[in-house]
């Protein structure tokens, strides 16, 4: 890890934090969640965009309005009452980069488990957590975990074997990966402060781990916060673990804000 000044880099954090706000989201998918008014419906909501949330902000955004679009004003309703061999062909035709809508169909289906036996997709992520766990990682590796798990026990696929299909929309970090997607997820279900919505209350801010992708990586590394190259899991780690120096209690405030910062940079190049 290499040593970093903390006054210097604090005070360029809150700036930026400060800096990029509310106004500021709509290229971000957590603007598609927050169009839902009821908790239940968000959380599904953010369930399906931030799964989607790869590529290009613009095109993650068009993806998770048109996937939720196909399942009405209520997710979660949709959800519950997910048949698919009735319900399965609104999915029909979405091309999403590597995901299709068989791919959407199967996640309704495995949400759909989840809240039957769980209630809601936050209590199986709070199952999955306990108090002695260093961060929210051993919770997230249960609930992707989980999920995939009930495809395989009713035999509903076989693509949740491989890299593409069901298993690249839900990642986990037993893989390796730095999940930037999942991690993503569980900010806006955990944090209490706008843009994020904070419905999981039973699981602390202080607990989450950095989504990483390519431009907080290259922000990271920039202000020393990461001596890693690789964009993964570990980072993450590290990463966190750098930005709780500056906020204890809620070090991945600041991912909205460096994210966004190493966009605006990539595209003034």
């Not at 402060?193 to 419905?199: C, H, N, R, S």
């Not at 906020?247 to 190493?262: I, L, N, Q, S």
Request: glycine letters at 8%; proline letters at 5%.
């Amino acid at each position: 890890m290499p040593r970093i000044d903390r006054t210097k880099i604090g005070n360029r954090l809150e700036e930026l934090y400060r800096l990029f706000d509310l106004s500021m989201i709509s290229t971000d998918p957590v603007e598609v969640v927050r169009r839902f008014d009821r908790p239940e419906d968000q959380e599904i909501a953010g369930l399906v965009s931030a799964s989607l949330a790869y590529g290009r902000a613009e095109t993650i955004t068009d993806a998770a309005v048109e996937a939720l679009r196909r399942m009405g004003d209520a997710p979660r309703d949709f959800v519950m009452g997910f048949d698919p061999r009735r319900d399965g062909g609104r999915f029909d035709g979405f091309v999403y980069r590597w995901t299709r809508g068989s791919d959407l169909s199967l996640l309704a289906e495995l949400m759909q488990k989840a809240l039957l036996r769980h209630g809601s997709l936050g209590a199986l992520f709070a199952a999955g957590h306990r108090a002695s766990d260093p961060h929210t990682g051993p919770a997230l590796s249960h609930f992707t975990d989980t999920l995939l798990g009930f495809a395989q026990e009713d035999l509903l696929t076989d693509r949740h074997r491989t890299k593409t299909g069901i298993r690249y929309l839900l990642p986990s970090p037993r893989s390796g990966s730095a999940c930037k997607r999942m991690n993503l997820y569980v900010r806006w279900m955990v944090r209490r402060e706008a843009p994020d919505l904070g419905l999981w209350r039973s699981i602390s801010p202080a607990r989450l781990v950095m989504p990483i992708d390519t431009h907080v990586a290259r922000i990271s590394r920039r202000l020393g916060l990461t001596s890693r190259r690789q964009a993964d899991w570990k980072m993450a780690e590290e990463v966190t673990r750098a930005l709780r120096r500056f906020d204890p209690e809620d070090p991945v405030k600041y991912d909205f804000a460096m994210c966004h910062w190493g966009m605006l940079e990539f595209r003034d190049r």
